[in-house]
């Protein structure tokens, strides 16, 4: 004999009301915690993109180390200016060789550098140019942080320190400085000009507006603000 589940029998589905008010719960707390993940995930490549600037400087000073001073780059690829400083960045073509140097990716050659193939850098190997090095070739080899930028690398030959790029200021015993864009990829530093863009002063002329030096002060502000958010081997990373 079939029995009947009188109190199953009598309950019913969710109305489209209360569906509707469940989906704007979810949705809802979806809104809250969204901006909480993506700044745990933030902060944990700035941690990342901030250790990766460390062990460039840190594998640079270990091979001047090892070869009694001698400078892990290409001389011949790589134009110092006035000041004896060479501006370099991770990307293919642009680093004199020394990301194939310290990894120890270095080809074979009269002119290598490398001669143990000892690897002072140990970045991860990408199959995208992001988050890692990058490329089949010493000749293609690139450097990119986790929002897919190269890093930009200051080098001095002489052992008084490298100038900071952003404020003109000799690092003092830094032979070194790397430095990446951060999260917003803004605030790179002009490597080869007297002074840095956001401490130029306008030209000398006729007075300006209130308008224009507005304009002017507010474009220095949002510089400046840039800038502050790069991150440095040689600086405390800024808080987010």
Not at 113 to 135: C, F, H, I, M, T
Not at 144 to 161: A, F, L, Q, S, T
Request: net charge neutral; charged share 30%.
């Amino acid at each position: 004999m079939k029995r009947t589940d009188h109190a199953l029998a009598g309950r019913s589905g969710f109305t489209l009301i209360e569906l509707i008010v469940v989906i704007a719960i979810l949705a809802a707390l979806a809104g809250i915690s969204y901006p909480a993940i993506m700044s745990t995930q933030n902060s944990a490549r700035i941690s990342a993109s901030s250790k990766t600037c460390m062990d460039i400087v840190s594998g640079f000073a270990s091979f001047k180390q090892d070869y009694n001073g001698i400078l892990p780059i290409y001389t011949r690829e790589a134009k110092p200016n006035r000041d004896d400083q060479i501006y370099l960045s991770t990307l293919p073509g642009k680093n004199a060789g020394m990301l194939g140097i310290l990894t120890g990716y270095e080809g074979e050659g009269e002119e290598k550098l490398n001669r143990n193939s000892q690897a002072y850098l140990n970045p991860n190997k990408v199959e995208n140019p992001r988050d890692g090095l990058y490329g089949e070739t010493p000749d293609e080899l690139g450097l990119y942080d986790p929002w897919g930028n190269p890093y930009y690398i200051v080098v001095c030959e002489m052992d008084d320190g490298c100038i900071d790029p952003f404020t003109n200021k000799r690092r003092r015993r830094e032979n070194c400085l790397v430095y990446g864009l951060g999260p917003d990829g803004e605030g790179i530093a002009p490597p080869h000009s007297d002074k840095p863009a956001h401490r130029k002063k306008g030209a000398k002329g006729g007075k300006k507006s209130k308008a224009e030096l507005r304009a002017a002060r507010e474009a220095a502000e949002e510089e400046e603000e840039a800038i502050q958010d790069n991150i440095y081997s040689w600086k405390k990373t800024a808080k987010k």
